[in-house]
């Protein structure tokens, strides 16, 4: 009987977890779209106002080049890529820096705004 019910339980979570895996599958990962030309909108995720200076650092992955680009007043931007796949690394004094990975591809008739927020050192 206890053998019967553990079997039962087994199977129940083996076909929720397929019917979660499928739902998942199913979904675009939230990810960023490939984009040509991009500004950056970077803030204070506790209070919501722009980071007053800082730099975006764009490097292509398993490659040795770099661009820097400054954040002035929350923004970073319009700066153009390539189409690679770039490490984006959010950096500012005070805050976590923050690293996402997109892709570029090259096409820079469309501007592409992409929010963040870092998180204080300290809270």
Same mark, same amino acid.
């Given at each position: +009987?206890?053998?019967? +019910?553990?079997?039962? @339980?087994?199977?129940?979570?083996?076909? =929720?977890?397929?019917?979660? =895996?499928?739902?998942?599958?199913?979904?675009?990962? !939230?990810?960023?779209?490939?984009?040509?030309?991009?500004?950056?909108?970077?803030?204070?995720? @506790?209070?919501?106002?722009?980071?007053?200076?800082?730099?975006?650092? +764009?490097?292509?992955?398993?490659?040795?080049?770099?661009?820097?680009?400054?954040?002035?007043?929350?923004?970073?931007?319009?700066?153009?890529?390539?189409?690679?796949?770039?490490? +984006?690394?959010?950096?500012?004094? !005070?805050?976590?820096?923050?690293?996402?990975?997109?892709?570029?591809?090259?096409?820079?008739?469309?501007?592409?705004?992409?929010?963040?927020?870092?998180?204080?050192?300290?809270?």
């Amino acid at each position: +009987m206890i053998a019967a +019910m553990r079997s039962a @339980r087994v199977g129940f979570a083996a076909i =929720l977890g397929a019917g979660l =895996l499928a739902l998942v599958a199913a979904q675009p990962a !939230g990810a960023i779209q490939p984009f040509g030309e991009f500004i950056i909108h970077v803030t204070d995720c @506790r209070t919501g106002q722009p980071i007053p200076s800082g730099e975006v650092d +764009m490097s292509v992955i398993h490659q040795f080049a770099v661009g820097v680009s400054p954040i002035v007043n929350g923004v970073a931007g319009p700066a153009g890529i390539g189409a690679n796949h770039y490490r +984006m690394t959010i950096l500012a004094p !005070g805050y976590r820096r923050l690293q996402r990975v997109v892709k570029g591809n090259g096409d820079f008739s469309t501007t592409t705004v992409l929010d963040y927020c870092l998180h204080p050192i300290n809270p």
